[in-house]
């Protein structure tokens, strides 16, 4: 992930801390379908801090961004 800037994540909640946790030690934006969740609102203050920006929810309910990914990449 040398010289990138940004995290595109469409995984479920519960594996957030995979992708968060070294997005923010590489001081990476993250842009994610996920809804807030409690592991992202821990974080909230080292992301302000840093100076980063995550963006929640951005995506269409219910999961028709995460279907339309799939789609992609099984084709790819």
């Known amino acids: 992930m040398k010289n990138k800037t940004l995290v595109i994540?469409?995984?479920p909640p519960w594996l957030?801390?995979?992708v968060l946790d070294p997005a923010l030690k590489m001081n990476m934006n993250v842009v994610t379908s996920?809804?807030?969740s409690p592991y992202m609102e821990k974080l909230d203050a080292q992301v302000k801090a840093k100076g980063l920006i995550w963006l929640n929810e951005?995506?269409?309910?219910?999961?028709i961004d995460i279907?339309?990914?799939?789609k992609v990449v099984h084709e790819a």
């Open 9 to 11: 994540s469409f995984i």
């Open 16 to 18: 957030h801390p995979h």
């Open 34 to 36: 996920s809804y807030v």
């Open 58 to 63: 951005v995506g269409l309910d219910p999961g």
């Open 67 to 70: 279907l339309g990914t799939m």
